[in-house]
């Protein structure tokens, strides 16, 4: 996948930068994996925000009528 890439400045814990360049991680690539991690996060807890009066309507119907076509189900 070839993304467009941008430099950007970060002020990060000296000592956790220290172990990260021993170690030979890519300081760049590492950030970002955090960062995309924290965005998925993110947007995961937002659509749940979003959508919480819908999914307890669903949940509350699916307790007061039952899984739909769950005759169906061989479990």
Do not use: C
Request: net charge positive.
């Amino acid at each position: 996948m070839s993304t467009t890439r941008r430099a950007t400045s970060m002020t990060l814990d000296a000592a956790l930068l220290d172990e990260a360049r021993a170690l030979g991680l890519n300081i760049s690539r590492a950030a970002e994996e955090g960062i995309r991690a924290q965005v998925r996060a993110e947007r995961s807890r937002r659509w749940k925000e979003d959508n919480a009066a819908d999914i307890a309507a669903y949940n509350k119907w699916i307790e007061e009528n039952g899984v739909p076509l769950a005759r169906f189900r061989k479990f």
